[in-house]
Each structure stands twice: as structure tokens, then as C-alpha cells.
């Protein structure tokens, strides 16, 4: 936390500094702006990309939308019991869009800087189909395919900042985003295994998913997920992104 806070006063010296070196006419009026999403290549993997589009609306208020692709953010696991052997489909995309009231009392420049807030709603879905090879209780192994998939809608309210460099770069951090998050796990598997298999390979698969998904623990119920393989819950949701940007 205090790394974020240290950031981001570089950040506002930064600007003070770009600000300073402006000419006094009046800048030009740039309404749209391209953003790229810097957070998910680090969560996800370097395949999530996703891009944005902010429109400013008048001089308080903007919209903006987010679209791309993203993936489970684990690569192929090895271990004693169960081993991926390789990758056979992967999947996933990611929408969002939020509404900004940029806070006047709050910020000395029009929007799109400064401090604001507003409501947003995200969905994700991930998709992997892979080959695994299972060691089964009775020390035989066997060939499986599973299809995992994972479909997650926010609904929340969100506080961010946006930087504005030079009148034209931009650096844009959502850095409270709250809300509601339904989710939908399921994971099926092709081939016949035993009941005592079958749940073997769902706990060593929610080991895995544990491990590498960000908030994992907090969304399943890993009792029923090991024994059918599929998990439907509500619970807490949340949206933090920090993205880089160009106006024109």
C-alpha cells in the first residue's frame, strides 16, 4: 500500500511538472481516448489483452468501454497424481463499461482528469480445454480431457484517478471497485471414470485453480466442487485496472 501511495505522489509531480512546461493558450479539446490495459497481462498472462475506449461527454461526465481477450491464468501443471500432457482449446474474453462523473469540486481540470467515480459492469469468461494424465487410485493411469469454464458478471462502483501528460498521454487508475460478482465453475470431463476417480481429479484440479486464480478461495465452495466438478455462487465482487492511454 505504501508503494501505491508513494506512486502515485511521483505521479502528481509528474503532472505538476508537465503542467508547469504548458503553453497559456488554451489546449486543444481532445474527446476521445484509446486506453490499454496494463493489469491483466500480470494477473492473466501475457495472452490477456484488452483495450479501451473513454468519450467524454461534457466537463464533468465520460463513458468509457473495455473489450478483449484474457485466459486462465495458470500454465500446464505437473505433479504426482495428475499431469497436463497439453492444451487442446483455449478460450476467454472480457467486456466491460462504467459511467464517470468526474468530481468538480475535487479536480481543477475538466474531465477526463482527475478524481472520479461511477457505476460499472464487467463479464469474463475463461475457457480451457486440456489432456491431463491421471495417476487413479490404484496406481493405473488414465487418459482425460476436461473443459473448464468460467463465467463471472460485476456489477459495482468504482473511484479512480486519470492522469493527463503533455495533453495527449494518459494514465488511467481505477483503484476502489466494489460490487456484486456472480460466478459460474464447471468443469466436465470426457472420459469414464470412477466415482472415486472422478473426484480425485476435481480436488487435485481445485488445488490447481487455488493456486494460481486471484480470489479463487473466496468464490467456490470446494466441498461441492470437488464432487461434481461445478460451482454457482454470488458473492463479492471487485475491479481494479490501471491503463495507459492516447487522446485525440
Known amino acids: 500500500m505504501r508503494r501505491v501511495i508513494l506512486s502515485v505522489l ?5 503532472q505538476q511538472t508537465a503542467d508547469s512546461q504548458e503553453t497559456k493558450k488554451e489546449d486543444k479539446e481532445y474527446k476521445n481516448t484509446i486506453h490499454f490495459n496494463v493489469t ?5 498472462g501475457d495472452r490477456s489483452i484488452v483495450f479501451g475506449y473513454e468519450r467524454v461527454l461534457n466537463k464533468k461526465r465520460s463513458f468509457s468501454v473495455n473489450f478483449g481477450l484474457t485466459e486462465f491464468p495458470f500454465d500446464l501443471i505437473s505433479g504426482d ?5 497439453s492444451v487442446v482449446d483455449n478460450r476467454g474474453f472480457n467486456i466491460s463499461a462504467d459511467y464517470r462523473f468526474y468530481l468538480a469540486k475535487e479536480n481543477k481540470y475538466s474531465a477526463p482528469r482527475g478524481v472520479y467515480i461511477g457505476p460499472y459492469y464487467s463479464y469474463n469468461l475463461f475457457g480451457k480445454k486440456l489432456s491431463w494424465t491421471l495417476t487413479n487410485s490404484n496406481g493405473s493411469t488414465s487418459q482425460v480431457e476436461s473443459d473448464l469454464s468460467l ?12 492522469f493527463i501528460f503533455w495533453n495527449r498521454l494518459t494514465l488511467d487508475m481505477i483503484l476502489l471497485g466494489p460490487g ?4 459460474n465453475l464447471e468443469a466436465s470431463l470426457g472420459t469414464n471414470l470412477s466415482g ?3 473426484e480425485k481429479f476435481f ?8 493456486e494460481k486464480f486471484p480470489g479463487y478461495g473466496i468464490i467456490v ?8 466438478g461445478v460451482e454457482k455462487t454470488t458473492t463479492f465482487g471487485y475491479r481494479y485496472m490501471v491503463q495507459i492511454g492516447f487522446r485525440f
Open 180 to 183: 456484486v460478482g456472480w460466478y
Open 81 to 85: 497424481s495428475l499431469r497436463a500432457n
Open 203 to 210: 480436488e487435485l484440479l481445485n488445488e490447481a485453480l487455488a
Open 196 to 198: 472415486a476417480d472422478r
Open 10 to 14: 511521483i505521479l502528481i509531480g509528474v
Open 221 to 228: 465452495d470446494e466441498g461441492n466442487f470437488k464432487k461434481t
Open 151 to 162: 463465467n463471472v458478471d460485476t456489477v459495482g462502483f468504482e473511484m479512480g484517478y486519470q
Open 40 to 44: 491483466n497481462p500480470f494477473i492473466f
